[in-house]
């Protein structure tokens, strides 16, 4: 089993800039991805950005390319997500998610892939 805790949620104003941080605790050995998703109320979740444990390998959604910037720390077990210039439309629930090897290119960045989540931090953005 693996256990994810995010934190680094709250509330912005648009153009301000936040830090989200998820814990990895458990079985670590039985994944290679980690991401970040969003879900806002009435919509999918939807993949905003991953990076394969092993190095050199991270994806993007199209909408927070250039503003936001995932990594990771190994030593500290610890997945960041770097969010600049936000917008209203970033608002949503940001989960943290762990993925098994192998997940091919084309669902890097879809929730299906995913099998361990955490429990979400709220991002809010006011214009």
């Known amino acids: 089993q693996v256990q994810l805790a995010e934190s680094g949620g709250g509330s912005v104003q648009a153009g301000g800039s936040l830090r989200l941080s998820c814990a990895v605790s458990?079985?670590?050995?039985?994944?290679?991805?980690m991401g970040w998703f969003r879900q806002a109320p009435g919509k999918e979740r939807d993949g905003v950005a991953v990076?394969?444990?092993?190095?050199?390998?991270?994806a993007y959604a199209d909408s927070v390319k250039g503003r936001f910037t995932i990594s990771q720390d190994n030593s500290k077990k610890t997945v960041y997500l770097q969010m600049n210039s936000l917008k209203p439309e970033d608002t949503a629930m940001y989960y943290c998610a762990a993925g098994p090897p192998g997940i091919r290119y084309d669902y890097w960045l879809r929730s299906s892939a995913y099998n361990y989540w955490g429990q979400g931090t709220q991002v809010t953005v006011s214009s």
């Open positions: 990076i394969y444990t092993g190095g050199g390998l991270e």
């Open positions: 458990g079985y670590t050995s039985s994944y290679n991805w």
